[in-house]
Structure formats: structure tokens, C-alpha cells
């Protein structure tokens, strides 16, 4: 697993990802937002998992896999 990239903020092209739960994308709004590409042995096809870690406590307010390539 590898980092793809962090931000202050979720990408738009991931947005669509949270529109069945816009409090949650609503929580991610003050995280820093991490972005992780799976090793393909650890998912059949490979993958990108988001965590997002609350700028205020640091806490990790959410880990999961967004997408499977």
C-alpha cells in the first residue's frame, strides 16, 4: 500500500462516492484527507482507500475503500 496523495479537502472526483451520505462527507470537510492505492495481492484488482484524520484531534474519522480498478 502506498500514498497516493493527501489533502486538506476530498477531491471532487471522489465526491460522488459520499452522495448517499452527505454527513459524512460533511465530516470529512475538517479532516486531511489520505489517499492510499491497495497492492493488488491484498485486493483482487488493486484499489484506493481514503482515510480521512480529523484536523482537530487527529482522530481517524474514517477508513475505507472508495473504488476498485
Request: negative net charge; proline residues 3%; glycine residues 14%.
Amino acid at each position: 500500500m502506498g500514498i497516493i496523495g493527501v489533502s486538506d479537502r476530498v477531491h471532487e472526483d471522489l465526491v460522488p462516492f459520499f452522495a448517499s451520505d452527505s454527513k459524512l462527507l460533511g465530516v470529512l470537510k475538517d479532516c486531511w484527507i489520505v489517499e492510499c492505492g491497495l497492492d493488488p495481492f491484498l485486493v483482487v484488482d488493486g484499489g484506493t482507500m481514503l482515510i480521512g484524520i480529523s484536523k482537530t484531534t487527529g482522530d481517524i474519522v474514517y477508513a475505507g475503500i472508495l473504488s476498485v480498478a
